[in-house]
């Protein structure tokens, strides 16, 4: 299979959790195809966390807007971040979808020659 010069990858470092019951630093890398419209990212380092990948795959509905499918697979065996994660996971990934769609409008506005701010 040819390699693809539209996709890139690099490794990101994020720190979630909810304080003060707990947080987790962890890297993960992150592959951008914008000819397949996608995002993906698995965990590639983390102390708490086994696995955590996610995906993210945008279809255009119309020359301003488009539907996005969000999925997201985590693995912890500590059992305290286990029951804390099952109460608030949806919320969180709620959360994750409405920043990323904030990014969307605010990239939207920046093409269009609007500024704004970060």
């Not at 914008?34 to 279809?59: C, G, M, V, Y």
Request: aromatic letters at 8%; charged letters at 25%.
């Amino acid at each position: 299979h040819e390699e693809d010069d539209s996709v890139s990858s690099f490794d990101a470092t994020l720190t979630v959790g909810l304080p003060p019951l707990f947080t987790e630093t962890y890297t993960s890398r992150v592959v951008v195809d914008p000819k397949a419209w996608t995002i993906s990212t698995k965990s590639i380092e983390s102390n708490l966390i086994e696995a955590l990948s996610s995906q993210w795959k945008l279809r255009p509905e119309t020359s301003t807007s488009c539907h996005v499918d969000f999925h997201v697979e985590m693995t912890v065996s500590h059992p305290g971040v286990v029951q804390v994660l099952d109460q608030v996971l949806e919320q969180v990934a709620g959360q994750q979808v409405e920043a990323f769609e904030r990014r969307c409008q605010k990239l939207g506005e920046y093409e269009k020659g609007l500024r704004y701010e970060e």
